[in-house]
């Protein structure tokens, strides 16, 4: 009853707040408390009693009512944040004043007039104190990020402790939430505190919300001045709350003891932190270009951290100079275990509890690596690496067909791309593949480089259309581990020469200006396994002997306008993107389920373009055993016959390679300018050698059998027969402005569409991207 009651008083002081058309005083306490201190409403409740429409009228019809409301909450907040909040009364003003800051922000962002008034100062507003007439007064902003900050390490609110400490004279590194990196305790669980860390952490994240609501711009320069101040050095608990954020994501483990159906019985409170915490640790570490300087030091900071100047973001400081290998390892393992969770397979259906954050997991490794090269390595030094690998490819097959995850593709490959750019990754990839997840694609026996080439191959013929821009990304990753593959299996090396003969008709290499880039990285990674992998790799050349015709076809690929024209008539009558007939599939791993489209009602948030694969990447000049050599520039050079242009005709390409829709057309001259290129020469001696040998045992032993052709494949060799094997050429993963861009829609269109309960920013005017209805 008492509950019915909170909330009718609570919804009659927002019908009095949206109806006074005269300002209230902001010294009229009592008008003030019945929105947090008579009250006991949760974030729903707050989120179903202030409609949108009656902030948007308050915002536009009584202003100064709108900004005295926002002025007294964040007042309550400071003030909870100075006293520690030592009653049950008070905790639950901080509470409800946290709700309703939440609410209203969103509402504060999207009106351009509105955005800059939390950076201005409040003279004369609530407690007649000093500092309102100094010019020194913080913004308003700034005073509410200090007290959430200060709130998230408040002793018997968010926080375990034995005795009542001072709130201003507390070390927060001593409070950290979590065992782990820099912080060997681990703090009795406490769903309470968790609940409210919950709500500081979603405060946290609308603050930080406010890119949502400024249109998309590849200038770096711009940044979040919430996550500026938040990560400095004015914040005295950055480094013990980045270190609890990454400690409590680690150590997260969902399936616990694993008692069947737990999930349903309990409320997991754990998870809810984990998600929020995951969520602003991906929002902060947005790497600026602010001027270098030295954070303070700690008790921690001087275990756990290198010392080195660093960017003006402090959460990306902490995150690039951790260096203990036990800390990786704590980090890695608990990145990989949530990554999986999804994956698990049990005899009891729905019996194991799955969470739902892995694109916020996949981010957050992502910019591990990106920050912390230390940690790349340590990532590729041991076989640990292809516990990422597995759930990014489970992931990338189960979303090829859905465009409301269109985003997800992305960032798995981007992921892909980053760890196919240094040899160990390539050399890990040989490692026997026998965990068996359930994906729906043929059964296989062989390593995980053929289960990468399996599922690339799915991804291609059977994703949706949109996925054609990842096509130059997925077979570079191929060419990047190609030179280390010592024995692909007969599925693999079979899917691979279905592309190329996919790839290389005439009527889809006359369809686009550059679709004959991807016959160009097919026939590289074949190069590329012949001259450096031929011992192994019988299969791949049995199946090159056997596909024979598509490379003499293409050395003798016609060019005169007739032709030309005869495979575009040929194209209108088969719009497939990729000829799908001649992919021999088999029977699909047992416990799979078939990739599905997005369901109706479904939505997306819209991306940006991402830049072409010549953009995305770095071409360098590497041994066999991985040391780098020269770096090569974007144009063709006379030792290597490469697949791109010179630097101004790519200045001529567009961003993507999505269909263009100008007016191109295929011209003779176009089609020898890169005919004369492909790097045919290695397959072309391999097959004069071979292939009369191998018709000559046929025919000899009246073989039908191909395990002895096999045989005698495996046992052959070309040394001294093939032309001198090239240099490997790895195109390395480069930031630029294009991909800073796409990450931060993608990032913030992930936040949006995962916080549904409440909707914080659900019918909002976004700007930073579009939201969309499948």
């Given amino acids: 009853m008492g509950s019915t009651d909170s909330k009718l008083n609570f919804r009659k002081a927002v019908i009095q707040l949206t109806t006074k058309t005269q300002p209230v005083e902001a010294t009229d306490d009592a008008f003030w408390d019945q929105f947090w201190a008579d009250t006991t409403t949760t974030v729903q409740d707050v989120f179903a009693l202030v409609p949108a429409a009656e902030i948007r009228a308050v915002r536009e019809e009584s202003p100064s009512n709108l900004a005295t409301l926002c002025y007294k909450a964040v007042e309550k907040l400071v003030q909870g944040a100075e006293s520690g909040c030592p009653t049950e009364r008070e905790k639950q003003v901080i509470l409800n004043c946290t709700c309703i800051l939440s609410r209203i922000l969103p509402y504060i962002f999207e009106d351009q007039d509105w955005r800059g008034f939390f950076w201005s100062t409040v003279p004369g507003a609530g407690r007649t104190d000093e500092l309102d007439d100094d010019e020194g007064a913080r913004p308003l902003a700034e005073s509410l990020l200090l007290a959430i900050a200060d709130l998230l390490f408040c002793p018997d609110f968010t926080v375990h402790s034995s005795f009542k400490e001072n709130m201003q004279s507390i070390d927060s590194c001593e409070y950290i939430w979590e065992a782990g990196v820099g912080f060997a305790q681990s703090p009795p669980l406490n769903y309470i505190h968790d609940l409210n860390r919950i709500e500081l952490l979603r405060l946290l994240l609308t603050c930080f919300s406010e890119a949502m609501y400024l249109p998309s711009s590849t200038d770096n320069s711009v940044l ?390 010549d953009k995305l990447t770095e071409k360098s000049q590497v041994s066999e055993d991985g040391t780098m050599h020269m770096r090569v520039g974007n144009c063709i050079s006379s030792n290597h016959q490469d697949v791109f242009y010179t630097e101004a005709e790519m200045e001529r390409r567009p961003l993507s390679r999505a269909p263009s829709t100008s007016l191109w057309a295929p011209t003779p001259e176009w089609v020898l300018s890169w005919k004369c290129k492909l790097p045919l020469q290695t397959i072309m001696r391999l097959l004069q050698v071979l292939v009369p040998q191998v018709e000559k045992i046929c025919i000899d032993k009246g073989l039908t059998d191909e395990s002895e052709i096999l045989k005698f494949l495996q046992h052959g060799t070309l040394v001294g027969l093939l032309p001198v094997p090239h240099p490997i050429l790895i195109r390395k993963y480069q930031a630029n402005a294009g991909t800073a861009m796409w990450f931060r829609t993608y990032m913030w269109g992930v936040v949006y569409l995962r916080n549904v309960d409440p909707p914080i920013w659900y019918d909002t005017d976004v700007r930073l991207f579009e939201i969309q209805r499948m």
Wanted: glycine share 4%; aromatic share 10%.
């Fill in 224 to 613: 979040n001045p919430w996550v500026t101040f938040f990560c400095s050095t004015e914040n005295r608990h950055a480094l013990p709350l980045f270190t609890s954020l990454l400690n409590v994501v680690s150590a997260y483990d969902p399936v616990g003891y694993g008692i069947p159906y737990n999930h349903l019985l309990f409320s997991d409170y754990r998870e809810q932190l984990v998600e929020q915490a995951v969520q602003i640790l991906i929002v902060t570490l947005e790497h600026d270009a602010g001027v270098p300087h030295q954070p303070p030091s700690s008790s921690i900071n001087r275990v756990v951290f290198v010392q080195t100047a660093g960017p003006e973001n402090l959460f990306v400081n902490y995150l690039s100079r951790i260096h203990r290998e036990e800390d990786f390892d704590f980090v890695l393992k608990g990145l990989a275990r949530l990554l999986t969770n999804p994956l698990t397979q049990t005899y009891l259906p729905n019996s194991t509890k799955k969470i739902q954050f892995h694109q916020e997991l996949l981010v957050l490794f992502w910019k591990l690596c990106d920050f912390n090269k230390k940690f790349l390595f340590f990532v590729l030094k041991s076989s640990d690496v292809l516990d990422i690998l597995v759930p990014i490819l489970f992931y990338l097959n189960d979303a090829r067909a859905d465009q409301s995850r269109v985003g997800l593709m992305h960032i798995g490959v981007f992921i892909l791309l980053l760890l196919s750019g240094e040899r160990n990754f390539g050399v890990r990839l040989n490692k026997p593949y026998s965990v068996h997840v359930p994906m729906d694609i043929p059964v296989f026996t062989g390593t995980h480089a053929d289960l990468l080439i399996v599922v690339f191959h799915k991804i291609i013929t059977t994703g949706h259309q949109r996925l054609q821009p990842l096509f130059d990304c997925l077979l570079t990753i191929v060419v990047n581990v190609s030179p280390y593959l010592k024995s692909l299996s007969m599925v693999a090396a079979n899917k691979l020469l279905h592309l190329l003969e996919a790839f290389s008709t005439s009527w889809f290499l006359f369809s686009l200006a550059q679709n004959h880039h991807l016959v160009f990285f097919l026939l590289e990674a074949f190069n590329n396994i012949i001259q450096y992998q031929f011992d192994g790799n019988c299969n791949l050349v049995y199946a090159i002997i056997r596909k024979r015709n598509v490379f003499h076809q293409l050395a003798n690929l016609p060019s005169d306008p007739a032709s030309i024209q005869k495979a575009l008539q040929r194209k209108r009558k088969s719009p497939d993107v990729i000829s799908r007939t001649s992919s021999q599939e088999t029977v699909s791993m047992e416990g799979s389920h078939p990739a599905v489209p997005a369901e109706p009602g479904t939505l997306k948030t819209s991306l940006v373009a991402i830049p072409g694969i």
